[in-house]
């Protein structure tokens, strides 16, 4: 548990375990044990309730008062965390440059912070994600590899002229001892790709979940240093010392990405169209039980956000009927919905390289599927079956998805559903979720607390 003045967080909640176990009372002190499970990290929550938390346990009538946000994370349907920047520092997929950016600007957790500051809970879930085809996927690790290497060249080079200056070896001349070499910069390169492979195994090591993955990482990142190591020996008498560190380099670089793509298929279970819209319709049903064993917040004030394909998710869940119904709950238990610069119509992703990028990957080649997984086209087949109000908020610069998000608004008015539409001036797909807690004349937050709390006064009157 973490935790400060304005709000605690529980973390890696498993919503496929029972929501009722071990849970804390009025007699009970909160314990760190009650967290649940993390068997598959795909299925968890990070929950952060306003307040203290064991305050909140003793503190029944304002938790009452409390509302809850489910918020799902966007990209693609194949990549993305509740805490953004670990989807980068895992076997999946290590970009050292991504992973440093969105931990700057804190995505996804920036969401759950500042609704509790606004006085509302919010769980920020995960979901399984697709895979694409092996030479995307392929094509995905290369440029992991040049951003990180990127940054590593970035942090390395300026030490390695500083250690020169100190030893009286001027750039100058260093420059120009590797312009005459036919083969320095090549090397340069290649080493440069090795020690980041070093640092990317170095970094995803720790964060292995589970043993058996976790002494893969140690054998094959071992067995790939003494093979090197063992070429650059070996090779001595054969190559001058710059080709024996190509050589060895190359081995690395090679031997590693290929050791990482194993792994990933071996570990990696990719889900497909509807096993993540069920996942999401798991998650409210545990965060309406959760709420009802904890006390932590009115499980009956429950709205739910995405952003991107995460409101493409939630919008799913809340307008096609069976989803929620195959749960003990029903549409009605949804209050509200929010989307941010959501995906409501499949079809416009069916360009040539959308739809191998983002399309087929999740939901196949059949465009029947498209259709009826496509939120504006299924509001069109409501009928005698209330829909909780909708508030659409697009980015101004956000190239096909603000039109399609005004498109989405006017078949809501026309489906007679209420729904409040707001353009964020200045903001493009990625930058309009950093407008979470942000000190803005407006910030998101602010738009989203009050459309929460317009719907509750009038639940309430």
């Not at 990127?150 to 070896?169: K, Q, S, Y």
């Not at 440069?192 to 979940?209: D, E, F, G």
């Not at 140690?218 to 067995?223: C, P, Y």
Request: include cysteine.
């Amino acid at each position: 548990m973490e935790g400060t003045e304005h709000y605690s967080v529980l973390r890696d909640l498993n919503y496929y375990s029972d929501p009722t176990h071990g849970q804390a009372t009025d007699d009970i002190t909160f314990q760190e044990s009650n967290k649940l499970q993390r068997e598959n990290t795909k299925h968890t929550l990070d929950l952060y309730v306003p307040g203290e938390i064991r305050k909140a346990y003793r503190g029944v009538k304002r938790c009452h008062r409390t509302p809850v946000v489910i918020f799902v994370h966007g990209g693609g349907w194949r990549r993305g965390d509740k805490r953004a920047w670990r989807h980068y520092l895992t076997v999946n997929d290590t970009n050292l440059l991504v992973a440093l950016l969105l931990r700057f600007f804190n995505l996804h957790c920036n969401v759950g912070q500042a609704l509790a500051r606004q006085g509302i809970a919010c769980a920020v879930i995960n979901y399984p994600l697709s895979q694409p085809s092996f030479p995307l996927l392929l094509l995905e690790r290369c440029t992991s590899m040049i951003c990180s290497s990127i940054l590593v060249a970035a942090i390395v080079f300026p030490l390695w002229l500083m250690i020169h200056t100190l030893n009286n070896v001027t750039a100058n001349v260093e420059v120009a001892f590797y312009a005459a070499n036919q083969y320095s910069h090549i090397t340069g390169v290649l080493m440069l790709l090795a020690l980041t492979q070093i640092i990317r195994y170095m970094i995803v090591l720790p964060s292995s979940k589970h043993s058996l993955q976790h002494k893969a990482h140690i054998f094959v990142g071992t067995l790939i240093l003494v093979i090197a190591g063992v070429l650059f020996i070996t090779t001595m008498d054969r190559f001058s010392f710059e080709h024996r560190i190509m050589i060895s380099s190359s081995v690395i670089v090679v031997s590693s990405e290929m050791a990482s793509l194993c792994q990933y298929y071996s570990t990696h279970s990719p889900a497909q169209h509807p096993q993540q819209a069920e996942a999401v319709a798991s998650a409210i049903t545990w965060i309406k039980n959760y709420g009802e064993a904890s006390g932590l917040y009115n499980p009956d004030w429950l709205f739910v956000m995405g952003h991107s394909a995460g409101g493409h998710l939630v919008s799913l869940v809340t307008i096609d009927s069976h989803y929620l119904c195959d749960t003990e709950y029903a549409h009605a238990d949804i209050k509200g919905v929010i989307t941010i610069s959501g995906v409501y119509n499949l079809e416009n992703l069916a360009t040539r390289f959308l739809k191998t990028l983002y399309l087929v990957p999740t939901f196949g080649n059949n465009p029947q599927t498209w259709k009826q997984a496509s939120p504006q086209r299924m509001v069109t087949s409501v009928k005698n079956r209330t829909v909780p109000p909708f508030l659409v908020i697009s980015a101004e610069k956000d190239l096909h998805l603000r039109p399609e998000a005004e498109t989405f608004v006017a078949t809501l008015d026309k489906c007679g559903i209420e729904c409040d539409y707001v353009m964020i001036p200045g903001t493009n797909h990625f930058s309009v979720m950093c407008q979470f807690g942000k000190q803005n004349i407006l910030s998101l937050d602010e738009i989203v607390q009050r459309f929460i709390y317009k719907i509750i006064t009038a639940d309430i009157s």
